[in-house]
T-cell receptor
Framework: AQSVAQPEDQVNVAEGNPLTVKCTYS??????LFWYVQYPNRGLQFLLK????DNLVKGSYGFEAEFNKSQTSFHLKKPSALVSDSALYFC?????????????WGAGTKLIIKP | EAQVTQNPRYLITVTGKKLTVTCSQN?????MSWYRQDPGLGLRQIYY???????DKGDVPEGYKVSRKEKRNFPLILESPSPNQTSLYFC???????????FGEGSRLTVL
């Protein structure tokens, strides 16, 4: 079955430290991978995506993510966390074999950055 | 400015009183979708539309209807709302060949 797992409900990081939000996936075809962020009382915003090419992709607000095909992972990272990064983060995957290009969503990870 | 606009943003209603949540996008996107977000359950897709007059059920379509008569609009209709439809609803759109979804700001619905 196709799925996306975000194994941590919540991640706590001190401001200035590096952060990682984990995502693993399972699809039958090749994946297109996405990260979205949801700030309190807001809609989701696109952060970054992997389609093809370089496994390390850079996105908005200084975030990056690394596609690891062998581990079927797409972890979100940032070298130095800001308090303003505190939000809910969603990983999503599209199976390229799906002709309707539907997204499969992870359950979300709450990121808390402490001053 | 490219955006997806939902209305109303907040609504309290009573069981059985029909309501419509409107969604409009100004990006000429073919694809539109409705999601609901509930604590601990993440995002669940209700309905989606690949283009005008083409709609399909998502994961949780029961109790909802949609229509896509125009490319820019994709209203969500609750014919007879029930308390289990109390939730935060999001409309989203994207181009057929592009990856990222653009989301509205959300509509928080409470059914008493």
């Amino acid at each position: 079955a196709q799925s996306v797992a975000q194994p941590e409900d919540q991640v706590n990081v001190a401001e200035g430290n590096p952060l990682t939000v984990k995502c693993t996936y399972s699809v039958s075809g090749n994946p297109y991978l996405f990260w979205y962020v949801q700030y309190p009382n807001r809609g989701l915003q696109f952060l970054l995506k992997y389609i093809t090419g370089d496994n390390l992709v850079k996105g908005s607000y200084g975030f990056e993510a690394e596609f690891n095909k062998s581990q079927t992972s797409f972890h979100l990272k940032k070298p130095s966390a800001l308090v303003s990064d505190s939000a809910l983060y969603f990983c999503a995957v599209r199976d390229t074999r799906d002709s309707n290009y539907q997204l499969i969503w992870g359950a979300g990870t709450k990121l808390i950055i402490k001053p | 400015e490219a955006q997806v606009t939902q209305n109303p943003r907040y609504l309290i209603t009573v069981t059985g009183k029909k309501l419509t949540v409107t969604c409009s996008q100004n990006m000429n996107h073919e694809y539109m979708s409705w999601y609901r977000q509930d604590p601990g359950l993440g995002l669940r897709q209700i309905y989606y539309s690949m283009n005008v007059e083409v709609t399909d059920k998502g994961d949780v379509p029961e109790g909802y209807k949609v229509s896509r008569k125009e490319k820019r609009n994709f209203p969500l209709i609750l014919e007879s709302p029930s308390p289990n439809q109390t939730s935060l609803y999001f409309c989203a759109s994207r181009g057929v060949w592009t990856g990222e979804l653009f989301f509205g700001e959300g509509s928080r619905l409470t059914v008493l």
